[in-house]
Every structure is written in C-alpha cells, then in structure tokens.
C-alpha cells in the first residue's frame, strides 16, 4: 500500500490523543516523523499544558473542546492517567465518527475496559493498548520520538473486536518502532504487576525511607562533634540508590492511578515480595551466609536472560551524566 | 614533585593487590595508566585467576604466595571479599615492610577494623578504604581504568593514624579520578546501609520474587489455553524491573559478606523500609490516593539532588543496549 510518488500511505487519517504528556507527546513526534496519519490533533485538561504542546508545534491542531479534537479522528488514543478515562470517554462519546478506534496508553488494563467500554458507542472498535515505554520525566516537552523503538506495546482487545481495527492498530505501533503482542487484560494486569507496578512501588518507598533518614543521620554527625552535609545520602548514592530514585522520579498522578486500579494484583505481589524479604532478612539475623549465597547466585540467571532478549539498559537517559 | 622529564613521580615503589575482581583488576588498570605506582603486584586465592591475571597482562607479577606479593610493597590494598580479610591479614602480615600502609575496599568498615586492625604490625599504617563505584560484572576482566572517576573514596582511618600516610592514599585515590572523603566506620556503615546495602538487598529480593512468578504465570497462562512464552516477565521489563536485575546481578559472594558484616545497620535501615511500605500498602488497600499522590511528589526532590550533586546516570554500561 503505497500513496503518490512511493512514499508508505499514512495508516490513519486523523489521530486524536487526549493527553499530551510524555507518552502523547512522543506519540505526536513518532507519527510525524514516520507520517502515519494525515492530522494529528490534540486535547489536554490544562490550559497551560495546551499552550506548552501549541508552541512545541507536535500536533497540527490542539483543541480547547475535547469534541472537537476527537470529531472526525480515525484514532482517538486516551493517554492521560487511567484514573480520568470513565469522564474523558463519556464526553467524547457523541463526537465520536463510526468505525473509528478508540485505544488508550494505560499501564492497566482491567480498568479501562471496565472505565472506558460502557462509553464507547456502537460501531466504533475498542482496542486497548499498553506501550511498554517510558521515563522519570513528563510534560510535553519530555517526549521524543524513538520512546517506542524496540519496546513492546501490548494489546487487550475484547472478545469480538473487528480484527481489521486490532490489525491496524498493530501495523501503526509497529510503524512507530514497537512490537506488538496481543493478551487478555486480566494476564496483562499481573504481569505488568510484578515486571513495572511493583518495582515502582518499592523505588518509591525506599527513596522515602532515605528523605527521612538524612535529616536523622545529619542529627546524628552533629552529635558525633562534626559537620555533615545535608546531602550526605545523595552524594554516595552510585553504591545502588541513584537507580532507584530515577524510577522513584516517574510522574506522581500517573503511579497513584496505576496502584489505585491494579489493587488486587499489586497487593498479591507485594505479598509475596514481602515473604521472600522477610525470609532474607532472617538469614541476615541469623548469619545463614550460604543460604544468601544461593539466593544471589540464582538472581544472576534472570539478568542475563534480559540482556540476551534485548531488553537490557536503562531507562533512555535525556539527561548527561554530569560530574 | 615530578620525576625525570617532568612526569609526575609514581605515589607508591610497590602496590600490592589481594584479591583481583572488578576492583582489584580496575586498580591495576587505574595505576598503570597514571603511572601512580612503579610495580604492581597481585596475588589472588584461585589459580585459574591468576592465569586470568597473567592474560590480561595488567600487573607486574603475579603471585602464588601472598606473602611473595606483599614483600617490599608500599602499599597492600586487600581487595577480596570482606570475609577472607581476617585470614588474609594473618597470613601476610609477617612479610609486610616497615612504613608500609595497608588498606582495602570493602564496602563495611567497621569490620575491617575489627578483622584486619589486629593483624598489622607495629610501624605498618593501617587506613581502611572504600571506593564506592562498581558495575554488576565481577572478575578480573571486568575491570576498566576508568571505573574511579567522579566517584567517592571513603577513607577510615583508626584515631591516631600517621597523618603522611592518609594524604599519601588520599592523592593516590585522587589520581585514579577519585573524590575522597575520611569519617568515621561506623557512620560509614550507616551512610552505606542506606545508600547501597538495602537498595542491593531489595533488588535481590524481587529478582527471585519474580523468578518464581514466572513458572506461576506460565502455568495460569497455559489454563487460559493459550501458549505463552517462558520469559514473559524479562520482555516486558523495560517498565522497571530491569533497573533492579543489573544490581542484582553483582558478586554474590561480595554481597553475602556485606550483609554478614553490616548486620546491624542494614536490619534497622531495613526496618525502616518495612515499615513505610506496609503504610503505602495499606494506602493502596483502602484507595488512600492523596496519601499515594503526596509521598510519590516528595520523592522526585532527591532525585533532582542527585542530578545536581552529579551523582546521576547507573552503573556504567559495559555492555551495549540490543535489541
């Protein structure tokens, strides 16, 4: 499928996105470098955010209605935190044009379906979607356009669904860089669970736990007769706390709405995070070195594994290691 | 002070390196690159590390006997892991030289102080050290000259210490790219329990959490019908946990003896972390969102700290991204 002098056809004509933070944004940069649609408009709750992404000049058109961005979109993809999705879908619902898709960014998947499927109206395919994507920053000015590339974006579209609209969806995520696997909402929930909503989590609680322990510690050295900096935390952080506080810099609403709608399967990790936490910390008390040991040693595996299925590295570093 | 044609003069005649992993093999590296030393001699427990060193041709001599490695040398810098100090200390001590110093670079200081303080001999300085870097990659060529630069030494010299001897390490760790900072041990394992130990102890704990998971969602995924792959868990990663498996990809055996050694501090800095977490799991169980919201923004300050205290960026990269 070709348009006029060989270059690809756009795969939708106008893509709505409502919500222009870092995932939005990228996705305004990814399909204008790749023209993968003819419009890309825009919504977002804030005024002062419209007018970020207006100078920015991502989006051909960014719209103070919510109606008028979505009027006549091919796409409309939801990419706001999940815990807004029940209010954006019900207002627009009447814009919406019959056979277009309306897909979503969450990083759950139960709670859109159950928050955004009421809404959508017949003859328009739902198709929700999930890219495995992202950074500690957000804002429109954080996104780029290779967020995606070599990145998975899952797919939950419900029984039934127009498999043209879930092919199409596919093709255009696989035209942003990404690969494209297909699960039911329920297996996505607990697998992001323990491989991203856990892991976020616990870097939050530490990162806390160590804000309240400067001010301790400094008290402490000043007690011991010297000066201690404020920072003292900060400044050893590269023995292994510095990868913890990136994680722990992701965007605040956006990690509330994601622990608040994938309760049930957070909390069964964490619970057994917390057993197998509480057993090491015994062999710890009890100088039961070699049990450490072998659990050590088996951790080992899962990294190489990671490194040999490509998905090694960090979170992309927009900032320069400084020094 | 330079020697002849203007080149600055070696910091130290002989350095002795016991022990030549990660750090060891990134000193030798380190002083050979500076000329900071005229020979550098190593000796390590296992023979097929020594054939290793010998390879990699990045000491003087290696040694069979570590009192053949220590004899003559200005400076020993014990660099096995924290549980071999002790018997490390006793077995060389007949040989060390008057006026030489000994040192380390465990990541727990008091018990260094504890093991090797009592092994040196009159007239041998004894300043404890620890250089806080490091990758997940362990043995002697996954070494790298560069692995010091911009990163903390901590030094612990005993009260009374030959002052001579303290700047002495003090400008050698300068040398090889250091900032160097002298306190007390044990505000050094507090520091370090917080920064480093619990971060490391956290990381392994999930890693095996999810290591067991996999079987479980492979299972359940198989009683929904469908095929799903074994590394469901490693590929979709990138949304966090892969951050935690490059930590828990470092030296078991460092790491059981850090735990071993640093009981005390890492099980209260662990109490700690307990404790907040069974308050976010509670705020995630009752749908506590402004409780979730208000610690998650609170946590993006310290990670702008670190930035600015140019502490940012993770453990070097020794291997490219793929994909």
């Not at 204008?32 to 051909?60: E, N, P, Q």
Request: net charge neutral; aromatic share 6%; hydrophobic share 40%.
């Amino acid at each position: 499928m070709t348009g006029k002098r060989g270059a690809p056809a756009p795969i939708y004509g106008r893509v709505a996105l409502i919500g222009i933070g870092l995932i939005g944004s990228s996705m305004a940069r990814a399909i204008r470098r790749g023209k993968l649609a003819r419009h890309v408009a825009c919504w977002t709750r804030s005024a002062a955010t419209r007018d970020k992404a207006r100078g920015l000049k991502i989006c051909d058109s960014v719209h103070d209605r919510i109606v008028d961005a979505v009027g006549d979109a091919d796409l409309v993809v939801l990419c706001a935190p999940i815990g807004a999705n029940a209010e954006l879908a019900a207002a627009m619902a009447p814009a919406l044009k019959p056979g277009a898709t309306v897909s979503d960014v969450g990083s759950v998947k139960q709670a859109v379906v159950r928050d955004v499927g009421p809404h959508v109206p017949e003859g328009v395919h739902f198709v929700p979607g999930h890219p495995v994507a992202g950074t500690e920053h957000s804002g429109p000015e954080s996104g780029f356009a290779e967020l995606f590339e070599r990145r998975w974006c899952i797919l939950t579209p419900p029984p039934g669904t127009d498999r043209d609209a879930v092919e199409r969806l596919t093709r255009f995520w696989q035209a942003m860089g990404s690969r494209v696997e297909t699960m039911d909402p329920a297996h996505h929930d607990r697998v992001l669970a323990i491989t991203s909503h856990l892991p976020h989590l616990i870097a939050y609680t530490i990162v806390g736990t160590v804000t309240d322990l400067e001010d301790h510690l400094r008290r402490e050295a000043v007690e011991d007769g010297r000066l201690v900096e404020r920072n003292e935390v900060i400044k050893f952080s590269a023995g292994g706390f510095r990868d913890f506080t990136r994680i722990a810099a992701s965007d605040p609403v956006m990690w509330r709405d994601v622990f608040l709608n994938n309760r049930e399967a957070v909390l069964e990790m964490l619970g057994r995070f917390s057993e197998d936490l509480a057993a090491l910390q015994r062999a710890i008390r009890w100088g039961e070195g070699e049990k450490l040991e072998s659990w050590f040693i088996r951790t080992r595996d899962i990294r190489r594994g990671i490194v040999e299925a490509g998905q090694a590295g960090t979170f992309k570093a927009t900032e320069p290691e400084k020094g």
